[in-house]
């Protein structure tokens, strides 16, 4: 017995489920060596660059690898159509998609982060020379601490200037800092607040804080200096304006949707409630003929069926036996006769599996009752079933 499921009783919800990963470099075909790309002059040809090879990766020609990224993610002309990978600031990417004349390329096959690498769960750490790198979120990455460049610092009369990564320039007041524990009292576009100066560096002319300075003062907007780009959907890491190194340890999530189908099906009072013996009921077939089908791309063959033409199925409306006579068996009198009923018609089965098929008739689906459901004739039952694909 079957029924069709309308397409109102079926619904269908996404969630995106995420897997730790955690890789390091290495020779084994589980590992990725981060690569070097500098800018050369010359055509895109084996002689026209150094290559890099290992045992684990082909050779690979840096100056192609490093004019293919820059054409791709560096184009920075804000158009949304052609821009791959995400922006904090669409406005402003030229500011957040820099590229220095050498880059460190770290590219994650597909396979370990299946969709996208999951924003904000990339920690990079460089064993060579301990610097941790992690990602904003909005497809930039960081150092573990907060960089500006530092323009002006007049400790005699407290006049501090820093210069975001946007080349936008902040002039304020510095009150106090505490050299041993980098507290400072720092004053900007009117407000004072005390942060944490992790590093100070006068002859670089860099300023690096324990947390961003837009968090302190967000009125003021002041973006962070970057170290490079993530593209999540890409699996790709670029960093920039860095030391060189090799060793490396990477921890992400990668990010997978999983679909949820929800099917609602319903028993009416009556419905799939036949005894399954041929002699509870009754098939009319007036014949059959066959039917020419044309073919379904990727689902099936042209070809011919055989149909068979029924007229109606109905059940028994009357059973005698031979254990009490006196009794008809309509099926008015089904407590009486349920328990001398020959053929099973007057028992209400009970409902332990749901099969599912689709439109040629294939089963793609079963549900399983973990206990059994009594289908009695005048009571409607409703079930529903879900399944992640």
Known sequence: MLKTIQKSNVSRRSFKVFKDFSLTNGD????????????QSGLFDSGSSTSISSSNQPQIFTHPLYE????KYYINDGNPITLFG????????????????TIYVLSIPQAKYGEEIKPGSVTLVDNTNGVTYTDTSEGSMRSGNS???LLLLNFESGEIQIQDRDGDIFIGTI??????TGLASITLGGNTEVISIVKLNIEDGTIETSTPLDASFPLLEVDET??????????????????SFHEYSLTYKSTKTIYETEIFVNAKAGEFNYSQNPSAVEVQI?????????SIFNDEPAGSKKITVIDDIKRIPAISGSYTPSISGSWDDYYTSASIDP??????PFITTIGLYDKTGDMVAVAKLPTPIKNLPDYDVNFIIRLDT
Request: net charge negative; charged share 15%; no cysteine.
């Open 147 to 149: 960089n500006y460049v």
């Open 286 to 294: 007036s014949g059959s003929y066959d039917f020419e089908t044309t």
């Open 86 to 101: 995400k922006t904090a600031n669409l406005g402003n990417i030229k500011a957040e998609r820099t590229i220095a004349s």
């Open 226 to 243: 970057t170290k490079g780009n993530i593209f999540y959907s890409d699996g790709l890491i670029v960093l920039s304006n860095i030391t």
């Open 68 to 71: 293919s990224i820059k054409s």
């Open 343 to 348: 053929t099973g018609s007057y028992l209400a």
């Open 28 to 39: 084994n075909a589980e590992n990725i060596n981060i690569i070097s790309a500098s800018f």
């Open 175 to 180: 009150q106090y800092f505490d050299a041993e």
